[in-house]
């Protein structure tokens, strides 16, 4: 039984006193309908678009919250939907979307008109049984964005395709003085999925399907690439502290030259650029032990709709403005979104050349989007293993042992 599914026997009496989404009666504001929306994008992002829709529609009120992706946002939603409270529309993830979709927590959007621009690739990863319960406008593929002018320091011109020269990279730039890597680990790190990506790949392509199909077990898929990852700790390349680093800060460190490298997505571009417009920055995909790198990647969150939300019409209105091609483009300018509707082209910051290109030939992989259940569960399992690999308190057979155990006491 998945932890939403928990929560909501453990809440039920709870949940069946408070009516709604919490938005009280009309949810009136100054005689407008507040219409509740939480996403992970955070307030300077989405400010924008809740502004626009709401002068294109003047009765209804937004009232927006947020809180950071990915396990601080499903936990929080979690919360909020076993106890009644949660907002009108809110974000899907690959993380969370098959408890939201099991558990009755979304309504159908099949069919509805503003899906009919989303690609195919998009809707179907947020869909069971031939019915969509996401609206996902983007697509992405992350990987390593490296300062040009710090590498050229160090006698390279961009990063090495083979593992093997990586490490050797980022140990002249660490007796250079310059700190070579960072990638948070307060999550599932990309640099992992890119190297489990490529390995699955390497195995035929469908390796999850037979883990969860009792066929293999993860450390056929997962021990490989786990221990190609925690060399970046056995040999000193990366800090142990990234356990407790968050996104943010690391931006900072690269915008500030302080890093070499580090793991982003196209999200990033529009903060360095603000923060660093005078950066000589450029991406490239994850090296890999055989030299033909990969990318960690997946449709994005997709835009939903509370299944006992009092305000439908609002919602779908809401949906229908940003799956619109006004709200695409400018999505696309506030996230350098690589936008996947069929009515907008979008504009590509020439650093993320190389991550569209991923996208087109599909050498991108996220675990969360492969798993075809349990992703909270096993995330929640993954990112606390990994945590302990990387203090030295775990090997990689054992994280990979550990995910098997969890798939199995899911049942």
């Not at 002249?172 to 948070?184: C, D, I, M, N, R």
């Amino acid at each position: 039984m998945s932890l939403l599914r928990k929560s909501v026997a453990m809440l039920a009496a709870a949940a069946l006193a408070l009516a709604g989404c919490g938005s009280g009666g009309d949810g009136g504001s100054g005689g407008k309908t507040t219409l509740k929306f939480f996403s992970w994008e955070n307030e300077q992002t989405m400010k924008p678009l809740i502004a626009e829709f709401e002068k294109r529609n003047p009765t209804v009120k937004v009232e927006f919250s947020t809180a950071p992706p990915v396990a601080e946002y499903i936990s929080t939603l979690q919360t909020r939907l076993v106890s009644g409270t949660g907002a009108d529309v809110f974000m899907i993830a690959a993380e969370n979307k098959t408890n939201l979709i099991q558990g009755g927590f979304v309504k159908d959007l099949t069919g509805k008109p503003f899906m009919a621009n989303m690609s195919k690739f998009n809707t179907a990863t947020y869909s069971k049984d031939g019915k969509a319960y996401g609206m996902s406008t983007s697509s992405w593929a992350g990987g390593i964005l490296y300062n040009k002018d710090l590498l050229a320091k160090a006698g390279a011109s961009e990063v090495p395709t083979k593992w093997a020269d990586f490490l050797a990279l980022c140990q002249k730039l660490k007796a250079a003085g310059v700190t070579p890597y960072l990638e948070s680990a307060t999550g599932l790190p990309g640099t992992l999925g890119a190297l489990v990506g490529h390995a699955n790949a390497e195995q035929g392509g469908d390796v999850d399907a037979q883990i969860f199909a009792g066929k293999k077990t993860f450390g056929d898929l997962w021990t490989g690439p786990l221990t190609t990852y925690n060399q970046l700790f056995t040999t000193g390349v990366m800090t142990k502290d990234v356990v407790g680093l968050s996104g943010d800060q690391i931006v900072d460190e690269f915008a500030n030259g302080r890093v070499a490298m580090m793991a982003a997505g196209p999200w990033n571009v529009p903060t360095l650029r603000e923060k660093a417009p005078n950066l000589n920055m450029a991406f490239a995909a994850v090296p890999t032990p055989d030299g033909k790198p990969f990318w960690s990647g997946a449709a994005s969150p997709g835009f939903a709709i509370n299944a006992k939300t009092e305000h439908e019409k609002e919602a779908e209105a809401f949906l229908t403005y940003l799956g619109s091609k006004d709200g695409v483009a400018l999505f696309n300018k506030q996230t350098a979104a690589m936008t996947t509707t069929s009515d907008f082209t979008p504009t590509i910051d020439k650093v993320l050349e190389p991550n569209l290109k991923a996208l087109k030939e599909g050498l991108f992989y996220l675990p969360q989007i492969a798993w075809p259940r349990d992703q909270d569960a096993l995330n929640t399992e993954a990112v606390a293993q990994l945590q302990l690999m990387i203090q030295g308190k775990a090997q990689p057979a054992a994280v990979a042992a550990a995910l098997d155990n969890r798939l199995k006491s899911q049942g």
